[in-house]
């Protein structure tokens, strides 16, 4: 099946900061999303990009379907961004496989 | 706008007990996915189904079983459980398989002691 990778596995930033993190798909994908889970456990819908580029206030999201990897960036960091960023895809199945995370902290 | 629905929000058993947990999808979502994720795991797919009809199977357990009923909401059912099936069920739906956009419930939290 798909693989899913995700980078980097952590990141700590300091308030205001801003952050690329990436994810790698090992085929050809029809449906990418980026979810944010936060620390009650919700997952969050960022952005529905199996290609091009889209922006949601400070976040934005880039998908190379082409070269199989997505880019979520996250501009002038705030403490409620902390969580975990997870990376979903469907190669054509029935279902989403989810990369590992990226678990992000937002010091103040 | 209404979102998927998840029941119970958290669920206390013992071994060997049985669970049922509850998703209603968005209105007019005709797929349904169960994703179970265990403490700093990523969520894994237990099952899915389209229009009533199983559509896809992933690492669910021979002792849970899931069906979508008429009106398209879906039950997961687990039995004899075990400390290992502790973890966060989510149910998410889609309009359509595989190219629409998934929408997740806010989980079922499963303690089994």
């Known amino acids: 099946g798909i693989q899913v990778e995700q980078s980097p596995p952590d990141l700590i930033l300091q308030e205001g900061a801003n952050s690329t993190l990436?994810?790698?798909?090992?085929?050809?994908?029809?449906?990418?999303?980026?979810?944010?889970?936060?620390?009650w456990g919700q997952l969050i819908n960022l952005f529905y990009?199996?290609?091009?580029?889209?922006?949601?206030?400070?976040?934005?999201?880039?998908?190379v379907a082409t070269e199989r990897y997505s880019l979520l960036y996250i501009s002038s960091s705030q403490t409620t961004d902390s969580g975990v960023y997870f990376c979903a895809v469907d190669n054509y199945g029935q279902n989403f496989v989810f990369g590992p995370g990226t678990r992000l902290s937002v010091l103040p | 706008a209404a979102g998927v629905i998840q029941s119970p929000r958290h669920l206390i058993k013992e071994k060997r007990e049985t669970a049922t947990l509850k998703c209603y999808p968005i209105p007019r979502h005709d797929t349904v996915y169960w994703y179970q994720q265990g403490p700093g795991q990523d969520p894994q797919f237990l099952i899915s189904f389209y229009e009533k009809m199983q559509s896809d199977k992933g690492s669910i357990p021979d002792r849970f079983s899931a069906q979508q009923f008429s009106d398209y909401h879906s039950e997961l059912?687990?039995?004899?459980?075990?400390?290992?099936?502790?973890?966060?069920?989510?149910?998410?739906?889609?309009?359509?398989?595989?190219?629409?956009?998934?929408?997740?419930?806010?989980?079922?939290?499963?303690?089994?002691l």
């Open chain 1, 22 to 39: 990436r994810c790698n798909f090992s085929d050809s994908v029809n449906n990418l999303q980026w979810f944010h889970q936060n620390p």
């Open chain 2, 77 to 112: 059912n687990m039995s004899s459980l075990e400390l290992g099936d502790s973890a966060l069920y989510f149910c998410a739906s889609s309009d359509g398989q595989g190219a629409g956009e998934l929408f997740f419930g806010e989980g079922s939290r499963l303690t089994v």
């Open chain 1, 49 to 63: 990009i199996p290609s091009g580029t889209k922006q949601n206030g400070r976040l934005s999201a880039t998908t």
